[in-house]
């Protein structure tokens, strides 16, 4: 597929200015990636494609729950917690 930098920065320009952090997060990786061997891993790993099992399901559905219903933790509460 031959891409051009011209036709990166026409998408980009269309993305929503609601959505540009997450684009620039995503777009960072590869810059970032290529002097850190497991960013660069992580960048080009292949999509996990695999269906979920049951199990995971409910383990997604029992996390949304909890957020739902406020059963979280701050990350400095969690820190507190582990002695960290």
């Given at each position: 597929?031959?891409?051009?930098?011209?036709e990166?920065?026409?998408?980009?320009?269309?993305?929503p200015?609601?959505?540009?952090?997450?684009?620039?997060?995503?777009?960072?990786?590869?810059?970032?990636?290529?002097?850190?061997?497991?960013?660069?891993?992580?960048?080009?790993?292949?999509?996990?494609d695999?269906?979920?099992?049951?199990?995971?399901?409910?383990a997604?559905?029992?996390?949304?729950?909890?957020?739902?219903?406020?059963?979280?933790?701050?990350?400095?509460?969690?820190?507190?917690?582990?002695?960290?």
């Amino acid at each position: 597929m031959n891409v051009t930098r011209e036709e990166i920065h026409r998408i980009i320009d269309e993305i929503p200015e609601s959505q540009l952090p997450i684009v620039l997060r995503y777009l960072k990786r590869f810059t970032d990636a290529s002097d850190d061997p497991v960013q660069r891993a992580l960048a080009n790993a292949p999509v996990d494609d695999e269906p979920q099992t049951e199990e995971e399901q409910r383990a997604v559905q029992e996390g949304k729950a909890d957020v739902r219903l406020g059963r979280t933790l701050s990350t400095d509460t969690l820190k507190r917690e582990l002695g960290l």
